[in-house]
C-alpha cells in the first residue's frame, strides 16, 4: 500500500495559529506558504525550514481562505466577516477590502494575471472583483446556485464551482454560457487536474469524485476518508498520478488517479484534516489542521 515517491514522512511542524487551521496554501513556486484560520489571523511561512515569517491581521471573524499572487507581492483573503481582504504582502497593509456578499465567503481565488478576484459564498453567489479599480462593487455576480457556493477554480476562460446545491457549475466568461454537472451530493471542494482535463470534487458523501472537464462524465471516485460535516481540501499530485485529500479522522489519504485504490494513508494530525496543498514541482505537500498545527510532509 506504499505509492512510489510519495510525502509521507514529517518534515516540518509549523506552529502558531491558535485553534483550527482552516486552509494552508503553497506559493506560485512552493518556497512559502500561506495558512489562515479561526485566530483571524493569515501566516507566511517558510515551511522547509520550518519558520514563520509574517502575520496578517484585520479580518474580524475566522479567516476561511487565503490566496498569493504568482509573483508572491500580493494575498486575497476571505471568512466569516463576510468581507474580501486585498493585502499588500511586503508591508502587511490591507489594500482594498471588497464588501458586497451578504454572508460568510468560503473561497477565494486571483485570476491568472491578479488583476480580479474571485469570491464563493454562503449567500448562493459567485462574485469578482476588480483589484485595478478603487470601486468596491462587484464587477460581474452568478446567483445560479441554489445553495452555499464552497469552492472556485479558474482557468484563463472559467470560472468553476462547487455548491452545497451538489452541483459543479462552468461558466464561460467570454461567451457567457453554464454548464452544471448535478453529482447529487454537497460538494465542498474542488480542483483541477494538473493538464487541466478534469475537476476533482470532495462530496460530504465522504467521495471524492473525478469529472471529465469537457464531457461532465464521471471517470472516477475515492473513498476510504471520512467527509460528512467539515469543508475538507483535496488535489492532486503535480504528475496527476494520485489524488490527495483529508479526512475528519486525522488522516491523509493518497489515492491512485487510474484504479481509485489507497496508494498510501497514514495519521497526520490529532483532528480533521481541513486542508491539503501540493508543492507545485517537488514530492510535498501541507496538511492543515482543526489541531492548530500545520505539517510539512516530504518522501
Same mark, same amino acid.
Given at each position: ?57 484585520? #479580518?474580524?471573524? =475566522? %479567516?476561511?481562505? !487565503? ?5 508572491? *507581492?500580493?494575498? +486575497? @483573503?476571505? /471568512?466569516? &466577516? $463576510? ?17 458586497? #456578499?451578504?454572508? =460568510? %465567503?468560503?473561497? !477565494? ?5 491578479? *488583476?480580479?478576484? +474571485? @469570491?464563493? /459564498?454562503? &449567500? $448562493? ?39 452545497? &446545491? ?134
Amino acid at each position: 500500500m506504499s505509492g512510489e515517491g510519495l510525502p509521507t514522512k514529517e518534515a516540518n511542524v509549523l506552529k502558531g495559529h491558535e485553534g483550527a487551521v482552516l486552509a494552508a496554501r503553497f506559493n506560485a513556486d512552493g518556497n512559502y506558504c500561506l495558512s489562515c484560520g479561526k485566530d483571524r489571523t493569515i501566516r507566511l511561512w517558510n515551511p522547509h525550514r520550518g519558520i514563520h515569517i509574517k502575520s496578517y491581521k484585520s #479580518h474580524g471573524r =475566522e %479567516v476561511r481562505d !487565503v490566496h498569493v499572487t504568482p509573483d508572491n *507581492s500580493k494575498i +486575497v @483573503s476571505c /471568512g466569516g &466577516d $463576510r468581507q474580501i481582504f486585498y493585502w499588500d504582502v511586503s508591508t502587511g497593509r490591507v489594500i482594498r477590502k471588497f464588501r458586497g #456578499h451578504d454572508s =460568510e %465567503v468560503n473561497a !477565494v481565488k486571483f485570476n491568472e494575471y491578479s *488583476s480580479v478576484v +474571485v @469570491s464563493a /459564498g454562503y &449567500d $448562493r453567489s459567485v462574485r469578482a472583483w476588480d483589484c485595478r479599480s478603487h470601486n468596491t462593487e462587484p464587477i460581474q455576480i452568478i446567483d445560479t446556485f441554489q445553495d452555499s457556493v464552497m469552492s472556485v477554480c479558474l482557468t484563463s476562460t472559467e470560472i468553476i464551482a462547487g455548491s452545497v &446545491d451538489g452541483t459543479v457549475r462552468t461558466f464561460d466568461i467570454r461567451i457567457g454560457r453554464e454548464l452544471s454537472d448535478n453529482l447529487g451530493q454537497p460538494v465542498n471542494c474542488i480542483s483541477l487536474s494538473n493538464d487541466g482535463n478534469c475537476t476533482l470534487a470532495s462530496c460530504l458523501d465522504s467521495t471524492l469524485r473525478l469529472l471529465d472537464r469537457t464531457s461532465g462524465e464521471l471517470l472516477q471516485e475515492y473513498k476510504g476518508h471520512v467527509c460528512k460535516s467539515y469543508k475538507l481540501d483535496c488535489c492532486l499530485t503535480n504528475s496527476d498520478a494520485y489524488v490527495a485529500g483529508g479526512s475528519e479522522d486525522g488522516y491523509v489519504f493518497f489515492w491512485d488517479l487510474v484504479d481509485a485504490s489507497v496508494a498510501s494513508r497514514f495519521r497526520a494530525h490529532a483532528s480533521v484534516v481541513t486542508s491539503v496543498s501540493y508543492h507545485p514541482k517537488d514530492d510535498c505537500m501541507i496538511s492543515a489542521s482543526v489541531d492548530g498545527t500545520i505539517r510539512v510532509w516530504k518522501t
